[in-house]
Nanobody
Framework: VQLQASGGGLVQAGGSLRLSCAASRRTSSNNAMGWFRQAPGTEREFVAA???????KYSDSVRGRFTISGDSARITVYLQMNSLQAEDTAIYYC?????????????????WGQGTEVTVSS
C-alpha cells in the first residue's frame, strides 16, 4: 500500500488546514489509519487515528482542535486542523495500522506516507 499525503503549507496562528492521505488501495482487513507528526529535533508523535468503524482517538495536545475522518472505503483519510498554533509546526505523516483497531504506538503501523509539512507562524 502506498500513501500520498498532501495539504500542508504555511498558515498563521489561529488558521486552519486540511490534510489528506490517499491510499493506493484498500487494505483487505479494513485497517485503522492514523496521523503522526515530527517537529525538528523531536521524536515522531501520535496525533490522531480512526478505526475501521469510524471510532477516533486524539492526542491531548490536539483534541478539540483537530478532526480525523475518512471515506467508508478507508481509501482517503483527512485531518482537519483548526486553531493552529506554532507548536503544531511539524511534518505530518499518515499511516496504515497493522490491524483494524487504532493505536498510538508507531510500531503498530505498517505503511507510511512521505509526509507533508505544516508551518504555523506566530
Amino acid at each position: 500500500v502506498q500513501l500520498q499525503a498532501s495539504g500542508g503549507g504555511l498558515v498563521q496562528a489561529g488558521g486552519s488546514l486540511r490534510l489528506s492521505c490517499a491510499a493506493s488501495r484498500r487494505t483487505s482487513s479494513n485497517n485503522a489509519m492514523g496521523w503522526f507528526r515530527q517537529a525538528p529535533g523531536t521524536e515522531r508523535e501520535f496525533v490522531a487515528a480512526i478505526n475501521y468503524n469510524g471510532m477516533t482517538k486524539y492526542s491531548d495536545s490536539v483534541r478539540g482542535r483537530f478532526t480525523i475522518s475518512g471515506d467508508s472505503a478507508r481509501i482517503t483519510v483527512y485531518l482537519q486542523m483548526n486553531s493552529l498554533q506554532a507548536e503544531d509546526t511539524a511534518i505530518y505523516y499518515c499511516a496504515v495500522a497493522r490491524g483494524s483497531l487504532y493505536s498510538t504506538e508507531i510500531a503498530m503501523y505498517q505503511y507510511w506516507g512521505q509526509g507533508t509539512e505544516v508551518t504555523v507562524s506566530s
